[in-house]
């Protein structure tokens, strides 16, 4: 009996181990195998080699991708979170304009990548956009500024796109948690003197903590499989200055059909995704929200 | 020191008031608890004092200061919380300093006042533990561990009890009471439960629909209610009202039965509302005939439903009952125990006031 009862449990959760196999884990062999293998224009040839490791740390544009990758990533996750948690600060306040800001505010999130990719191209374009233009009519700038064709600035142009698109739902998530932080909670640390700030820092903020954190990983892996909005507003360019792991890699295997360092690429990218979440997670659970750091 | 003094208090939220006008003193070390049912206001009313709310008009006076405008911090008063209100992610002793530590002790200071309220609390062993692994009665104490520490003018307590069970709650009733002989820090606490009214207060202010109902000593409310409300909700089982006809000088019910002598000198033929305590009636040969409807034996004593016409009595008594429902009966109260209340107003016209 118990034993037809384990063989049962087992059967029914099959399906789900064949669809984890052959979607997730079938792919990440596949692409792990093909790091290893040396690739000449989309021609296998030969398993069993780090030479694509090797390419890449002999290529001089993979140390600058590594460079705007952590810009980009680790940039642009810190805006996400800190703006958003300014934002969804805001927004949890109670009153009739933050209800509708709070709908408003997902407008960023439900437009296609494409839509938005296109429209701050055009937005930030050096000679007919219109933030350049309002700037130079305006006498702040003397020109019109090149957002996209600075290769200082085009990095942080990209950040600063990528936080207007991904900060509304952080925003909104980190909202609702802090809303549904107990109100006799902050009433009491009214009570025992805190000040609106130290209410923030003592008491909302490991409230939320959970949310913070589920927040901050998956705001990290949105992106870091980001490809669209970097791809269709610059390309990696101007000369690789907004290159980035995701652009690059598809820049390597879809143009230049090096499927071989690309997949290389692929796997020193999954390492390094792991590794921060591990980390974040870990040092998340062991300190900060229990007050016992100190 | 700790006097609080209320001057027509009242609050409302946008057009509806829900305090008409409170006026009440506490004296210093004095045990006050506000009572009455949902919604009658007293939660807010304690707020008020705590500064958690804005009165709308009035004064609040802590030692003769009035203090309407003061943030919560600055009223040095220290509330306790029906929900406890503990911070999840602070040890017991964190929780207990904090407010220290916002104030900005030194950590000595703030280690030795925190050891001395948990060796009152019988908290000692608890100091490094998280809320998540006390019971409730053990929150309950670190809630009020928190309220000690600061050594403050006036707690306030809302409703701390209500989430404990029933025996945990009479055990935490008389722990409150016995810090409260022992700090004598002044103290107003808020209950919707009579009993924790009666045995734990100094003077009760018991209210209703956002007005003072009467305020009195626990006896003083029991022996001399000020109205039907007051007389039907301190006590348990709650006073029995009966409508009656003044006649001569003693009360007649609507069969001619005579319930016993008016309290106070009344108009013949005037209607009344006549009360009596469930404890104040004895069975006898001669009186009010009824028949016993239920029976209830609570071990130490005995509640009866008793029927009279369209009236149901309920009386307790300490004897041991033979009767069985359907038994007649005649009853009649004790001298000197009945209460007398205006037909129309329900205000008292023999007692208090």
């Known amino acids: 009996m118990l034993r037809s009862d384990r063989l049962l449990a087992y059967a029914m959760i099959l399906p789900v181990v064949i669809a984890v196999v052959a979607f997730v884990v079938g792919p990440t062999y596949n692409v792990a195998t093909l790091s290893l293998t040396q690739v000449v224009m989309g021609q296998e040839r030969g398993f069993g080699t780090l030479g694509n490791f090797r390419a890449l740390a002999a290529d001089p544009v993979f140390g600058l991708v590594l460079q705007n990758t952590a810009i980009w990533i680790l940039g642009g996750t810190f805006l996400c979170v800190t703006v958003g948690l300014g934002v969804g600060t805001f927004l949890a306040i109670d009153s009739r304009m933050t209800g509708w800001l709070r709908a408003l505010i997902l407008l960023p999130w439900v437009l296609p990548d494409v839509v938005t990719a296109m429209a701050w191209k055009w937005m930030l374009h050096g000679q007919v956009g219109i933030l350049g233009q309002t700037l130079q009519s305006s006498g702040l700038t003397e020109g019109t500024v090149s957002f996209l064709g600075d290769p200082d600035l085009v990095m942080w142009m990209l950040v600063i796109v990528l936080i207007w698109r991904k900060m509304p739902l952080v925003a909104l998530i980190l909202c609702a948690a802090i809303r549904s932080v107990p109100d006799d909670q902050l009433e009491a640390a009214r009570m025992d003197g805190a000040n609106a700030v130290e209410r923030f820092r003592f008491v909302t903020l490991p409230n939320i903590a959970f949310s913070l954190t589920a927040v901050t990983v998956i705001s990290m892996i949105w992106i870091t499989a980001e490809f669209a909005l970097p791809w269709i507003m610059t390309g990696g360019g101007p000369a690789n200055a907004s290159q980035i792991m995701a652009t690059y890699i598809y820049q390597q295997s879809f143009e230049f059909f090096n499927w071989g360092v690309a997949s290389a690429m692929s796997v020193i990218n999954l390492f390094m995704l792991a590794t921060i979440v591990a980390l974040y997670l870990y040092v998340n659970r062991r300190s900060w929200a229990s007050e016992e750091s100190k | 020191m700790g006097s609080v003094a209320l001057r027509n208090i009242r609050k409302s939220y946008g057009p509806v008031e829900v305090l008409h006008g409170i006026d009440l003193d506490i004296q210093d070390g004095e045990f006050t608890v506000l009572v009455g049912p949902s919604g009658c206001g007293k939660s807010t009313l304690l707020r008020s004092i705590a500064g958690l709310e804005t009165i709308t008009g009035g004064d609040i006076c802590i030692d003769e200061t009035v203090i309407n405008s003061?943030?919560?911090?600055?009223?040095?008063?220290?509330?306790?919380?029906?929900?406890?209100?503990?911070?999840?992610?602070?040890?017991?002793?964190?929780?207990?300093?904090?407010?220290?530590?916002?104030?900005?002790?030194?950590?000595?200071?703030?280690?030795?006042?925190?050891?001395?309220?948990?060796?009152?609390?019988?908290?000692?062993?608890?100091?490094?533990?998280?809320?998540?692994?006390?019971?409730?009665?053990?929150?309950?104490?670190?809630?009020?561990?928190?309220?000690?520490?600061?050594?403050?003018?006036?707690?306030?307590?809302?409703?701390?009890?209500?989430?404990?069970?029933?025996?945990?709650?009479?055990?935490?009733?008389?722990?409150i009471k016995e810090l409260h002989q022992r700090l004598k820090t002044t103290t107003v606490y808020v209950t919707h439960d009579q009993i924790e009214a009666m045995t734990m207060a100094d003077r009760i202010v018991v209210m209703r629909g956002g007005q003072v109902e009467q305020i009195g000593t626990p006896l003083e409310l029991y022996d001399r209610p000020a109205s039907v409300f007051v007389a039907g909700f301190i006590g348990s089982p709650s006073m029995n009202f009966i409508a009656a006809t003044a006649r001569d000088d003693g009360l007649l019910l609507d069969t001619d039965e005579s319930l016993g002598k008016t309290p106070v000198a009344l108009a013949n033929g005037r209607g009344v509302i006549a009360g009596f305590r469930p404890e104040d009636i004895r069975l006898s040969d001669t009186g009010v005939s009824a028949k016993v409807a239920l029976i209830e034996p609570t071990g130490a004593e005995t509640q009866l439903v008793l029927r009279t016409g369209e009236n149901s009595i309920v009386m307790t008594t300490r004897d041991r009952i033979s009767l069985s429902p359907g038994d007649p009966v005649h009853f009649s109260i004790s001298e000197g125990k009945l209460h007398c209340f205006d037909a129309e107003s329900e205000r008292a016209l023999s007692g208090a006031v």
């Not at chain 2, 019988?122 to 520490?149: E, F, K, W």
């Open chain 2, 70 to 175: 003061l943030a919560p911090k600055e009223r040095n008063i220290a509330m306790v919380f029906q929900n406890y209100a503990l911070y999840p992610h602070m040890s017991v002793a964190k929780n207990m300093g904090f407010s220290l530590r916002l104030a900005k002790e030194s950590p000595s200071e703030i280690n030795r006042k925190v050891n001395a309220a948990a060796e009152i609390l019988d908290l000692t062993n608890l100091l490094d533990r998280y809320p998540r692994q006390l019971s409730g009665g053990q929150r309950q104490r670190v809630a009020m561990g928190r309220a000690i520490v600061r050594d403050p003018k006036v707690f306030l307590f809302d409703e701390p009890l209500s989430n404990l069970d029933a025996k945990l709650r009479v055990q935490m009733r008389s722990e």
